[in-house]
């Protein structure tokens, strides 16, 4: 039989270990992005975006993360791509990233989803992310980023930055600078939303109704004031 204080610390002990096991659990859900029927969701609420094309005119496609899907939102239509000039079809997927590693539901890096996007044939293609790689090595998202570039080969593109989202600010600048770089070295126009004070739900992650209207019209201006390029593939 134990003795009363031996027993107090082995529940003690115990609820220790199960806080642990707990916020153990926790991470990994959390570094992963989502367990199955969270992916599943993912897939779910991907596929209904890609139906919804809004506008009309110069066909642009937007590759991107769960900004681009609206994830967050009643109704998926208004994420801040619905801001964009001409007939802007969405390839977006939540968590996804440049980076192979920067989701765990499977082969959906904006790499991966590229290649079935195109069959949109755009006149330009938007790329937007960066949030989800902010754990990831830098050589991935580098890798990621030409990969997709090899994809992109023959479009018009531009790159569009992560905002300063307030869960993953200490990542952001890394990111950020890194990405600015890869335009660079591509040839490709980059725009930097850094800057940009936006209005976010509860996870401090994802955007507000006004924060994708108000994210979506500054994006637009900034690429309004570029001109898209092919990507550059020869680096030697």
């Given at each position: 039989m134990l003795h009363r204080g031996n027993l107090r610390r082995v529940v003690g002990a115990s609820?220790?270990?199960?806080?642990?096991?707990?916020?153990?659990?926790?991470?990994?859900?959390?570094?992963?992005?989502?367990?199955?029927a969270r992916c599943q969701?993912?897939?779910?609420?991907s596929r209904e975006r890609a139906t919804l094309v809004t506008g009309e005119g110069?066909?642009?496609?937007?590759?991107?993360?769960?900004?681009?899907?609206?994830?967050?939102?009643?109704?998926?239509?208004r994420s801040w791509a619905a801001q964009l000039p001409g007939e802007v079809h969405v390839a977006g997927f939540?968590?996804?990233g440049y980076s192979a590693g920067a989701s765990g539901c499977g082969r959906v890096s904006f790499h991966d989803r590229a290649t079935t996007a195109l069959a949109t044939r755009p006149q330009l293609v938007?790329?937007?992310?960066?949030?989800?790689?902010?754990?990831?090595?830098?050589?991935?998202?580098?890798?990621g980023f030409a990969d997709l570039m090899a994809d992109l080969a023959g479009h018009h593109v531009v790159v569009v930055g992560p905002a300063d989202a307030p869960s993953r600010s200490h990542?952001?600048?890394r990111v950020d600078a890194l990405l600015a770089s890869l335009a660079d070295d591509h040839e490709v126009p980059y725009v930097a939303t850094t800057d940009l004070d936006?209005?976010?739900?509860?996870?401090?992650?994802?955007?507000?109704?006004?924060?994708?209207?108000?994210?979506?019209?500054?994006?637009?201006?900034?690429?309004?004031?570029?001109?898209?390029?092919?990507?550059?593939?020869?680096?030697?």
């Open positions: 609820a220790v270990v199960v806080l642990l096991a707990a916020l153990l659990a926790f991470w990994v859900a959390d570094r992963a992005g989502a367990g199955p969701q993912h897939r779910i609420d110069t066909r642009t496609l937007v590759i991107g993360d769960s900004w681009s899907v609206g994830l967050g939102q009643a109704d998926l239509g939540s968590g996804s938007v790329v937007q992310g960066g949030l989800n790689d902010h754990d990831q090595p830098s050589a991935a998202i580098t890798r990542a952001v600048g936006l209005a976010y739900l509860g996870d401090r992650l994802h955007l507000t109704e006004g924060g994708h209207r108000e994210y979506g019209l500054a994006v637009a201006e900034r690429i309004a004031a570029l001109e898209p390029a092919r990507p550059a593939l020869d680096l030697r």
